[in-house]
């Protein structure tokens, strides 16, 4: 089963991704405007970043890029990832409904996004050729695409707001923004980018994509290969590399919020963390926007002088001085009040920020969330004077500080949001770490 483009062949290339990022905008837009349709938006957001891909993903990778199950879930039992997609085939067709001229689709009975032709352009494309394959593009730059494209129409909305009501943003004046919004460098927004491997059968077959906190880089592989010589014919690097569509569409929220902040309006530019370079880190202003598992794979060196680390698995990180745990616990049956049936489960997530100088007078920032809850409510909090400045007299107006979010969830939707833990971050010297 393949992921195709289907477009009239006269249609430049330039064009059809016009296309697809006018078509995926508006779709995206009216889900999000759906207080239901949540995980409906997480699932169009990765059916359109894997529409560049020649293979369509396999119902099991969407259970577990999408919905979150481990490899062993067996969807011959279980119709979660059906039914959502029967969903989402009947929103956009609703969504298609008298409208003319190229439309994105979702064939039945697959698992892939396409750009079809209206009706009105059938009988045409049938007598000609089908066109050809798109030319090939480095998995890069079709991450940087999707990521743009998912939330084009509602950057720009936003830019344009902040444009003509003039003069700089307020988040200018706090001490989260307010280094790299007078630094003379542009700042770069980092996403985090997850590092997949091969996992392979008896038969040297191909079997299911793995995520291991343990195996973030090729090079991460062989150290784990050397210590886990049995996994050796099991494990492959393919270099694969994805962007969830949380730290995707958080990225884009945060770039109109730089340029209006800064005299020049300058635009930042965006790339995954797994293609920033060392030298961008030491010299250039960095935002990164990741989950907190993932914050160990940046050369940044956060982790090194932070009171936290990644906990044993990606749901959970823990505090030092305290040795407390935190885990998130998505809302569930089990959450609820069986006293009162009526009272809605809830679910916890934990949010992080920190701020810290590097070794050349440049500055790091991190927005961060254990889960995409916490992810999500950490980009606007970031987006809150008032919750900037609350949080700088807790941390005394320190150059260097990071902070802890308690974020309680009900019924998939933010209702609490909780300062747990802001400290000071001590450095042993001028773009050093220490603790």
Not at 153 to 170: D, I, K, M, T, Y
Not at 183 to 192: D, I, M, S, W
Request: no cysteine.
């Amino acid at each position: 089963m393949r992921s195709n483009l289907t477009l009239p062949t006269d249609q430049p290339g330039d064009e059809k991704e016009a296309l697809i990022a006018a078509e995926a905008s508006q779709f995206r837009a009216v889900l999000l405007g759906e207080n239901r349709s949540v995980i409906l938006t997480q699932l169009f957001d990765y059916l359109l970043e894997r529409s560049a891909d020649r293979r369509a993903p396999k119902e099991i990778e969407i259970a577990m890029a999408v919905f979150g199950k481990s490899a062993a879930f067996d969807t011959s039992q279980d119709s979660m990832v059906r039914g959502h997609m029967s969903r989402l085939r009947q929103r956009l067709d609703h969504f298609n409904t008298g409208k003319s001229g190229p439309r994105l689709q979702i064939p039945k009975g697959e698992y892939r996004l396409i750009l079809a032709p209206g009706p009105e352009d059938t009988e045409e494309e049938e007598a000609v050729p089908p066109p050809e394959p798109p030319p090939a593009r480095s998995a890069a730059w079709r991450r940087l695409a999707v990521m743009v494209a998912a939330s084009a129409l509602g950057w720009a909305a936003l830019f344009l707001f902040e444009q003509l009501n003039g003069g700089p943003s307020p988040l200018r004046q706090t001490a989260f923004w307010g280094p790299v919004a007078v630094h003379k460098r542009l700042p770069v927004v980092a996403v985090g980018d997850f590092y997949v491997v091969v996992e392979s059968g008896p038969d040297g077959k191909p079997r299911r994509l793995v995520m291991n906190p343990l195996i973030q880089s090729g090079r991460d592989l062989d150290n784990y290969l050397t210590l886990h010589p049995d996994d050796f014919s099991k494990l492959h690097d393919r270099d694969i590399h994805r962007v969830p569509a949380r730290v995707a569409t958080g990225a884009a929220a945060i770039l109109p919020l730089v340029s209006a902040m800064r005299a020049d309006h300058g635009i930042p530019d965006m790339t995954p963390v797994s293609q920033l370079s060392q030298d961008a880190i030491d010299s250039g202003n960095v935002i990164f926007i990741d989950y907190f598992a993932q914050l160990g794979t940046p050369r940044s060196p956060i982790l090194q002088m932070s009171g936290f680390v990644p906990g044993e698995n990606f749901d959970e990180l823990r505090d030092i001085p305290s040795g407390t745990v935190f885990t998130a616990r998505p809302a569930s049956a089990q959450n609820s009040d069986v006293t009162h049936p009526a009272v809605p489960a809830y679910g916890y997530d934990y949010g992080y920020v920190a701020s810290y100088p590097g070794p050349s007078g440049n500055q790091i920032l991190v927005i961060s969330g254990i889960e995409d809850a916490g992810l999500s409510r950490m980009i606007k909090l970031v987006s809150d004077k008032r919750d900037l400045d609350l949080l700088a007299r807790q941390t005394h107006g320190a150059a260097a500080f990071e902070a802890l979010y308690q974020v309680r969830t009900v019924g998939g939707l933010i209702f609490d949001t909780s300062l747990l833990i802001a400290r000071p971050l001590k450095m042993a010297g001028p773009g050093t770490a220490g603790r």
